[in-house]
């Protein structure tokens, strides 16, 4: 039989032999899916990957063995080992994404306590980009070296590869800078995805993180984008490094005569009625007393940003309306005196009894001492208490 004939019959015996072969795997591995996600997973993504791969090698080997010598046999070939390697780096690069999808899968990062669940959001999603390119540069390479010509080529060009390198990476700098960047954001823990930063005055949420830029989400749903680098060069802050749970204030201007032991305890009632609150932090201070006023500064915590922001909201309303219902003298008012007013004496000052003052009073309007987390926060800014040395005889 001539090889024109052969030939045919060779790559459509070896197609449908491969094609069978690849729908009875998949059958099993779905079989297998209804009691494990990941092979679930892998029947879905690495279905048509393994098809295109099984069946283009076994063409592939049927042309070289049965096929025969036929015209343009020789480019057949060199195409359907082109083919080949394609859908190799196809079939390896959906068994990664499978590999960190089930990584992803493990680490959720809708619940309130997910500080390490972002950080390796974070690093898996950096690691895909990184392997995705990978594969994608090693495929190319190893397409261009089936070339006769272009592997002849390759001494010359390491020969020069040195000038080369060099005059890339001046050409380069900006964007290696911040390729090398988003590395390091992956890995240090500066940020990480779903973190809450205040980064160019604005206030916002971390979206996406690439090798070259970072994507900020802000309050108003507006996208910042800036480039890794400025993460690594420009100072930021970021609030849920450590945890999700964050502080907020909420400040109000009233009038020296406010009686501020009301405020507070109306403070305290707002937190407790609300499920916004996490239990932790409901001080109220205050802060200034300038220009006939006085402003008191209320610190709730909650655990999480958007939390925090509607239970700022929420207590600056209910204090705001409380002191207009029960304290109307409360509100700021600008004082004037015309004419000379002849001078007056100075009562005393009356002298405070500590002994009145109760424990709760005492604590009641502390930060960094006292009352639910107050100590172990002046710990941390206050650093360790100095022991006094003896004196020696």
């Known amino acids: 039989m001539s090889s024109v004939v052969t030939a045919p019959l060779a790559v459509a015996g070896a197609a449908v032999v491969a094609i069978v072969f690849c729908e009875i795997v998949h059958w099993i591995v779905k079989r297998i899916g209804r009691r494990s996600a990941l092979a679930a997973d892998l029947a879905r993504t690495m279905h048509r990957p393994f098809l295109a791969t099984v069946t283009l090698t076994t063409v592939q080997q049927a042309v070289r063995i049965w096929a025969g010598d036929f015209p343009g046999r020789s480019g057949v070939v060199h195409a359907l080992v082109l083919l080949c390697i394609a859908a190799a780096a196809w079939l390896v690069g959906a068994t990664l994404l499978v590999l960190e999808d089930m990584a992803l899968a493990r680490w959720r990062t809708d619940v309130p306590d997910n500080l390490k669940s972002r950080r390796i959001k974070t690093q898996v999603v950096m690691l895909r980009r990184v392997t995705v390119a990978a594969i994608v540069v090693l495929t190319i390479g190893v397409m261009l070296m089936t070339f006769p010509d272009i592997r002849a080529l390759g001494a010359s060009v390491l020969a020069s590869a ?227 040395s003896e004196s020696k005889d």
Request: net charge negative; proline share 6%.
């Open 162 to 388: 040195g000038l080369i390198s060099v005059v890339a990476a001046l050409a380069a700098q900006s964007t290696l800078g911040n390729v090398f960047a988003g590395l390091q954001l992956a890995f240090s823990d500066a940020i990480r995805v779903d973190d809450v930063v205040v980064v160019e005055q604005e206030w916002g949420r971390i979206e996406e993180i690439t090798l070259t830029y970072v994507v900020v989400q802000i309050w108003d749903d507006r996208r910042l984008i800036l480039p890794t680098s400025y993460f690594t060069t420009k100072p930021f802050q970021n609030w849920t490094r450590t945890s999700s749970a964050v502080l907020g204030t909420a400040e109000i201007d009233v009038d020296w005569a406010t009686p501020v032991e009301p405020v507070r305890a109306e403070l305290q009632q707002v937190c407790e009625e609300s499920d916004l609150w996490n239990g932790k932090v409901c001080v109220l201070q205050v802060t200034e007393a300038i220009d006939g006023r006085i402003r008191l500064r209320a610190l709730v915590s909650a655990d999480d940003a958007g939390a925090l922001w509607d239970l700022r909201c929420l207590v600056r309303e209910r204090l705001v309306g409380w002191i207009w219902q029960n304290q109307r003298a409360a509100v700021p008012r600008m004082r004037a005196e015309v004419g000379q007013a002849p001078p007056s004496p100075v009562a005393p000052a009356p002298r405070h009894d500590p002994d009145e003052t109760s424990d709760a009073d005492s604590e009641a309007g502390r930060v960094f001492s006292g009352g639910l987390d107050g100590d172990a926060r002046g710990v941390v800014f206050g650093g360790p208490v100095p022991v006094a």
